[in-house]
């Protein structure tokens, strides 16, 4: 039984590693907000939800297959955190038993098995009865299927039958096993068999034959009892390692739903977090990767929506654009609209809703960041040599249908030098099918592609008054430079304006 909560026909390897730009995004998309909010002080939940938020998707179908899972857990919330609850007390029922009963030898292992199953069964049974009471109440075809599963595959019948099954496998009366001689007269080919091995009344008073024979071991005759015991383990050895893979089945498909259910839960922690603050909401619409789409109303900072009580969001209709540039003042919201884009496609690719009234947008194949950094007093080069070396990692891992985020790139030189990095670097992009966002205070360089490819890009512009509210507008002739100075503390005798 499978649970298939984040695809329609597999299993979510979480095993397999993450991409290789993790850390760029979650230091400039500051994801590790969003994250510790939907662990809501969980190291598991965050773990998972990491690995799925990391992971996108780009296969549309797939996605609104998670946004309906979605859909019906924020239907019902409480009943997915009583199965993810179920799930979480199975995996610590097997571990408190496995520390247990720690030996290595056949009828221990055989008694932690059964412990373990039986444990386990009592789960089994709880989430059955759950899907017995609640299962009319989910739309989704991923938890709908889960469900019935559980309803067709752990019926009352079969659930007795492991119960009887677990019962006789304690062997209350003692083991009975056969095995042949062979020709030095050891036992070979032993057999764990059924049977019981009291015997009747009638036969203990010699009124019916003796069905078999027996002797009795001495109390103080170790050597015979370790013998007695290694026939013992020879006989049951196949049941007990049959009996452990059958455990380790049960509890491999509560980890799975542990782990599948976690990343919903988490989505719903990040949800209470968002409503609580009064943000919007929505399932974007996702686009096929071979289309142009990003329009959004309300879109906001998911991040910054988490930690700030005044959050603008923004409208933009970017269809049809393969280059967005962001200009204006500084402290503007030029930088916080990135990572709202950043952040909206990545909670989009992995099934999640956004922090928005609506978004609809392109699926990207990755998504790449290049960001500002502060200057590192170890670093042996400048920052603009430590830029380009960051670009160039970029370079070697991104391909065609991607998206590329740039906030601020290649400032760290004279205007026209980065202008013209900059300028040769988002032309490459485009021209190899990728799509750009660029934040820049560069007017050489915006004002290149507002003359050269005015047809395939949008122009932003952040306002002076700090509304935070992004305009469509062509590039200003100013990089707003008394603005920059303020901001890394100089002085210019006044403030401004």
């Known amino acids: 039984m499978k649970a298939h909560l984040l695809y329609p026909d597999q299993d979510f390897d979480f095993d397999a590693g993450l991409p290789a730009n993790t850390d760029d995004l979650v230091q400039d998309l500051e994801l590790r907000t969003v ?50 609850g179920i799930a979480v007390g199975a995996l610590k029922d097997k571990r408190a038993l496995w520390g247990f009963f720690g030996s290595k030898q056949p009828t221990s292992i055989l008694a932690t098995a059964i412990s373990q199953l039986e444990v386990l069964t009592a789960r089994l049974r709880e989430l059955r009865q759950l899907a017995d009471s609640e299962a009319g109440k989910f739309a989704a075809q991923g938890v709908a299927t889960l469900l019935k599963a559980l309803q067709h595959e752990l ?89 452990a893979q059958s455990a380790d089945h049960v509890s491999s498909f509560f980890a799975m739903l542990r782990a599948e259910l976690g990343f919903y839960v988490g989505c719903l922690n990040l949800r209470d977090r968002l409503t609580a603050r009064g943000q919007p909401l929505a399932f974007p619409v996702p ?15 998911a991040s910054l929506a988490l930690l700030s009580e005044s959050v603008v969001g923004n409208d933009v209709d970017a269809d049809g654009k393969s280059l967005v540039i962001i200009t204006g003042a500084n402290s503007g919201g030029k930088s916080t609209f990135l990572r709202s884009v950043g952040l909206a496609q990545l909670m989009m690719q992995c099934g999640m809703f956004v922090t928005a009234q609506s978004l609809r947008a392109t699926v990207a194949r990755q998504i790449f960041t290049h960001f500002v950094r502060e200057e590192d007093p ?33 400032a760290a030189t004279n205007e026209l030098e980065g202008s013209e990095i900059g300028r040769q670097v988002v032309g490459a992009l485009l021209e190899a099918g990728i799509r ?50 303020h901001r890394i503390g100089g002085w210019l005798g006044e403030q401004p304006q």
């Not at 179908?61 to 919330?77: F, H, N, V, W």
């Not at 670009?391 to 985020?405: K, P």
């Open 35 to 84: 994250l510790s909010a939907m662990a809501n002080q969980d190291d598991f939940l965050f773990d998972i939800s990491a690995k799925v938020v990391l992971t996108g998707l780009t296969d549309v179908e797939t996605i609104r297959y998670r946004q309906d899972i979605l859909a019906d857990c924020i239907a019902e919330p409480d009943i997915i955190r009583q199965m993810y």
């Open 155 to 243: 019926d009352d019948e079969y659930l007795e039958r492991l119960s009887d099954h677990l019962k006789q496998l304690r062997f209350r009366s003692g083991e009975v096993v056969s095995a042949e001689l062979d020709r030095d007269n050891s036992g070979i080919n032993y057999v764990l068999r059924s049977g019981d091995t009291r015997r009747g009344w009638r036969e203990r008073i010699g009124i019916e034959p003796r069905a078999s024979y027996s002797f009795t071991i001495p109390p103080r005759d170790e050597a015979g009892f370790q013998a007695l015991q290694d026939i013992a383990d020879r006989g049951i050895n196949l049941v007990a390692n049959a009996a």
């Open 287 to 301: 686009c096929p990767s071979d289309s142009s789409e990003f329009s959004c109303s309300d879109l906001r900072d």
């Open 378 to 410: 170890d670093m042996v080069s400048g920052r603009l040599d430590e830029e380009l070396k960051r670009m160039s990692t970029v370079a070697d891992q991104i391909s065609a249908r991607c998206l590329m985020l740039f906030n601020e790139s290649f």
């Open 436 to 485: 750009v966002f660029f934040v820049t205070h560069q007017f050489a360089f915006a004002d290149s592609f507002y003359r050269q490819r005015p047809e395939e890009t949008l122009f932003l512009r952040a306002p002076r008054e700090r509304t935070f509210k992004l305009a469509t507008a062509e590039p200003l002739p100013t990089s707003f430079g008394q603005d920059i100075y």
